[in-house]
C-alpha cells in the first residue's frame, strides 16, 4: 500500500538538499560580518583613543568591581552600572607610553581596524592572523 503525500525522488532530495545549504551558508556569511564588524569597530576605538591621548587630550574612566562603566572624553561610553571609582587619562601617558609608542600603538589599531573591515566587506575570504603587538 502506497502513502499519500510528495513522492520522493533523488531530484527532489538533491533540491532540499541545497537549498538548506544554502540557507547554512547565508547565516554563516551574515554571523561572520556582524562579527568582523564588531572587531573593526572595536579597534576604531581604540584608535580614536590612542590618537586623543596623543593629542594631549584627557579623559575621566569609571571604573566598577574592575571593569570600565563609563568614559568621558573622545569616546561616549556609559554602561547600566552606578558608582565606582573613576581615573583620569591624560594626554601625560602612564609609564611605558611615551608619544612614539601611543603612536605606533594607534598604528597598529588603525592596521587591524582596516583588516577587519575588509574582513566584514568580503566575510567568505579567509582572514590572516593579527600581527603581534607593537612594544
Not at 39 to 49: L, M, N, R, V
Amino acid at each position: 500500500m502506497r502513502l499519500p503525500g510528495p513522492k520522493f525522488s533523488v531530484r527532489r532530495l538533491m533540491v532540499a538538499v541545497a537549498v538548506v545549504a544554502l540557507l547554512v551558508g547565508s547565516e554563516m556569511t551574515r554571523r561572520r560580518w556582524a562579527y568582523f564588524r564588531s572587531i573593526a569597530h572595536s579597534y576604531a576605538g581604540a584608535e580614536e583613543f590612542d590618537r586623543f591621548l596623543l593629542g594631549g587630550g584627557t579623559a575621566i574612566v569609571r571604573m566598577e568591581d574592575g571593569q570600565v562603566s563609563e568614559i568621558h572624553g573622545p569616546l561616549s561610553f556609559r554602561s547600566g552600572a552606578e558608582g565606582g571609582g573613576s581615573i583620569e587619562v591624560t594626554g601625560d601617558p602612564s609609564p611605558g607610553y611615551d608619544a612614539e609608542s601611543l603612536r605606533r600603538r594607534a598604528d597598529y589599531h588603525a592596521q587591524l581596524r582596516r583588516k577587519y573591515e575588509r574582513a566584514a566587506r568580503y566575510p567568505w575570504l579567509a582572514v590572516v592572523p593579527d600581527p603581534p603587538k607593537p612594544r
